[in-house]
């Protein structure tokens, strides 16, 4: 990276221009644009990893954008910006899984089987033997909590603090769920 180029901010310094900018009724639409493009990606990766299909993760990760905007004025800076919209796309990820469940009249964990088909399709035949695919398996196959304290400790590295403050949970009861999953993915991995 030379000189010239621009460095990135740090995210507690991308929050605080956030919520200048939506301070101000002027600048408004700049604070929603930062909020998204700031956190888009990372936001989507964390649904899609729960819902596995492209169209549904659009769709809620619109909608958490949708509630995190309406929800904003009342954001209290206690916590950082990306927990907070962590905990909205979780909860909208959980809602929106039991729903699917109920709609279908599915027991609470059979939901597993569509998750899994659509993650099969999505995956070229070549692939269904990589260890990545193999992995995705054993993690649909964990209750949806599980599923979503692995994805966020496995992939995004989240402390278990602020895991804590996403999920309302405690950090020795994340610990011990993570655990729980890590074995099973374990388990399902080496008897594949």
């Known amino acids: 990276m030379s000189a010239d180029s621009p460095q990135p901010k740090p995210p507690l310094a991308v929050d605080r221009e956030i919520?200048?900018?939506f301070a101000s009724e002027q600048t408004r639409d700049s604070a929603l644009r930062l909020l998204m493009q700031h956190y888009s990606k990372r936001l989507y990766w964390h649904?899609?990893?729960m819902v596995i299909d492209h169209d549904e993760t659009?769709?809620?990760?619109?909608e958490t954008f949708i509630k995190a905007w309406k929800g904003l004025a009342n954001f209290r800076d206690e916590a950082a910006l990306y927990t907070w919209l962590y905990r909205i796309a979780t909860n909208n990820c959980l809602t929106h899984l039991k729903k699917?469940?109920?709609r279908f009249f599915l027991p609470?964990?059979?939901?597993?089987?569509e998750l899994q088909e659509k993650l099969s399709a999505a995956t070229p035949s070549e692939a269904a033997e990589s260890i990545e695919f193999k992995l995705q398996q054993a993690i649909l196959r964990l209750p949806d909590k599980q599923r979503m304290v692995f994805n966020m400790r496995y992939y995004d590295e989240m402390p278990y603090e602020e895991m804590s403050q996403v999920l309302g949970?405690?950090?020795?009861a994340l610990k011990a769920s993570y655990?729980?999953?890590a074995k099973k993915?374990?388990?399902?991995l080496k008897n594949r």
């Open 19 to 21: 919520l200048q900018l």
């Open 47 to 49: 649904i899609r990893k």
């Open 58 to 62: 659009d769709d809620l990760l619109q």
């Open 100 to 102: 699917k469940r109920e």
């Open 108 to 113: 609470i964990h059979d939901i597993t089987p």
């Open 169 to 172: 949970t405690s950090v020795g």
């Open 179 to 181: 655990h729980h999953a």
């Open 185 to 188: 993915v374990e388990d399902f």
